[in-house]
């Protein structure tokens, strides 16, 4: 595995690949990143890795400075997966002059997690346009739970006709079914018990709609009966919604999207399912 810190260095590195895959992430890697990054060996010739904690998307009350950052072990992981190219750039490197042009997907930005962090979004794609332009991939790999974040990511990718696929893996979850995320490491262990309340409300909400109700309120009513159970963990939203565009649904009669956020102490997560009638 060649790692790799300068735009100019990765550009030649890439010179000439076949197809290749792209996996961003902000290190402190876990077993849903590994399982991108496996998806992405099976896709294509060759496969990069991003390790960035992107400034951009931190708002001035969040967790930037304690992001939690473990880089040697992120490299013996990688390194295990067979991975051909990691891509640790600094922020300067990435920023050299700040940042004075964004990239903004207006209309879905401002939805669920968007409308929690505000300017969050704005950070994410502008990130992910400035790798797309440096790495040129033929596909980017990007999981399911961040799915407000891959619906704005699939939007900016439409419309402004980058050359690659964008591809969803599946969550991955721990074996308590939390799902898998780098601020998992904040939690304590009552918080982290108290925060299976968000996979308990989707499960609530799955047999609702295996029973046959197809009303959103109805389902946001049940899976918030579950959250009144659980009043040590704070609820950020509980939304039903098209996966594209985010927007609400009052009747699910199509692939729709269940996304939950809360807070267990001062961790936030999140987590969703998709419910499909056919």
Known sequence: MKIISSIHELRDQLRGQNRTAFVPTMGNLHEGHL?????AKAQCDSVAVSIFVNPMQFGPTED???YPRQFDRDCQLLEKEGIDILFAPSVDEIYPYGQVAWVLVEGLSEKL???????????????????????????AFFGQKDAAQLAVVRRMVEDLNFPVEIVAGPIVRESDGLAMSSRNAYLNREERGRGLVLQRSLQQVQQEFQKGERIAARLI????????REPQ?????F????????????RISQKTLVAVAAYAGSTRLIDNTVLNPN
């Open 35 to 39: 399982s991108l990054v496996r998806a």
């Open 64 to 66: 930037l400075s304690k």
């Open 113 to 139: 997690d968007g409308r929690s962090r505000p300017g969050h979004f704005r950070g994410v794609t502008t990130i992910v346009a400035k790798l797309f332009h440096i790495l040129g991939p033929d596909a």
């Open 221 to 228: 009513a049940a899976a918030k009966e579950v959250f009144a």
């Open 233 to 237: 963990v704070v609820l950020d939203y």
């Open 239 to 250: 939304e039903i919604v098209d996966p594209d565009t985010l927007d609400p649904v009052e």
